[in-house]
Nanobody, 123 residues
Framework: VQLQASGGGLVQPGDSLILSCQDT????????VAWFRQAPGKEREFVAG????????NYADSVKGRCTISRDNAKNTVYLQMNSLKPEDTAVYYC?????????????????WGKGTQVTVSS
């Protein structure tokens, strides 16, 4: 598994953004995937997780109702749709994969991490 996150950028408050996490290998559908973020001076935090089939998801309270995680196993890609972005969403966003049937809720046990993509929300 080799994960690559993309889709970050500079946006204004209230804007939307879609992040993508693509596995260059063929086996992402064996893994649950989660998004994390790390803002300057802060610890990395869980944002959202999705199980292997895509039927179950978990969200951090800070993004619940504003973000949607989804996956397209045929494309080996997991997405994070972020709406109503706030300045406090500014961070480097990372995706990670875990070999499990469960739905991730934290970084515990993540097997693979991708390089991050910067999201900056500023007017």
């Amino acid at each position: 598994v080799q994960l690559q996150a993309s889709g970050g950028g500079l946006v204004q408050p209230g804007d939307s953004l879609i992040l993508s996490c693509q596995d260059t290998g063929p086996t992402l559908d064996y893994y649950a995937v989660a998004w994390f973020r790390q803002a300057p001076g802060k610890e990395r935090e869980f944002v959202a997780g999705i199980n292997r089939s895509g039927r179950r998801t978990n969200y951090a309270d800070s993004v619940k109702g504003r973000c949607t995680i989804s996956r397209d196993n045929a494309k080996n890609t997991v997405y994070l749709q972020m709406n109503s972005l706030k300045p406090e969403d500014t961070a480097v966003y990372y995706c990670a994969a875990k070999f499990t049937t469960l739905t991730p809720m934290s970084s515990v046990g993540m097997n693979f991490w991708g390089k991050g993509t910067q999201v900056t929300v500023s007017s």
